[in-house]
């Protein structure tokens, strides 16, 4: 069947760091995959997506390719901000139907 | 513009009680689905909807009942809580490969 594993949290980091968030995935089919953000207290917020190899999705300043060969997406930004502590969840779906997401990863950023 | 709207928030519960919760979008979308998420475990699938009087199971259903009378609701049933339903709900609709989510219901069963 089709999974997603991402690095285990929580990650800590000081403001103005590099994040780097690993995910891989197994799927049959051509998957399509995503990044949702959850912020505390809220429901999960698509952040980006690719929906095919070497694709990148980017948005408010993270950036995750597609990579079919070593089957991963994984997502990175340059430098971040404390309004970006959430945890951060990488996803799959087939033909748009039943997403499947990882455990998810707790992202703190300290001032 | 109200999205997907889950009631109630927050509910606590005695094993063996039953609660109904209720998600509502008007974004016109044919997709619904209900998730759990736990720690360590991300978001399962409880149920899903494809559109107005279907529903089909997902990786977890058992202990749930859902219902889909109307295009914009759909409903997640308890029958008969038990203290491993205890989790965090998330309803969510969907327009081709984006899903939209409520703010999610935290319930207890004791």
């Known amino acids: 069947g089709n999974s997603v594993t991402q690095m285990e949290g929580p990650v800590t980091l000081s403001e103005e760091a590099f994040l780097t968030i690993n995910c891989t995935y197994t799927a049959t089919g051509y998957p399509s995959l995503f990044w949702y953000v959850q912020y505390p207290g809220e429901g999960l917020q698509l952040l980006l997506k690719a929906t095919k190899a070497d694709d990148k999705g980017s948005n408010k300043g993270f950036e995750a390719t597609y990579r079919k060969e070593t089957t991963s997406f994984h997502l990175e930004k340059g430098s971040v901000q404390v309004s970006d502590s959430a945890v951060y969840f990488c996803?799959?779906?087939?033909?748009?139907?039943?997403?499947?997401f990882g455990p998810g990863t707790r992202l703190s950023v300290l001032p | 513009n109200a999205g997907v709207t889950q009631t109630p928030k927050f509910r606590v519960l005695k094993t063996g009680q039953s609660m109904t919760l209720l998600c509502a979008q008007d974004m016109n979308h044919e997709y619904m689905y209900w998730y759990r998420q736990d720690p360590g475990m991300g978001l399962r699938l409880i149920h899903y909807?494809?559109?107005?009087?279907?529903?089909a199971k997902g990786e977890v259903p058992d202990g749930y009942n859902v219902s889909r009378l109307k295009k914009q609701n759909f409903l997640l049933g308890l029958e008969s809580a038990a203290p491993s339903q205890t989790s965090v709900y998330f309803c969510a609709s969907g327009a081709g490969e984006k899903l939209f989510f409520g703010s999610g219901t935290q319930l207890s069963v004791l």
């Open positions: 909807s494809v559109g107005e009087g279907t529903t």
């Open positions: 996803a799959l779906s087939v033909y748009g139907q039943n997403f499947v």
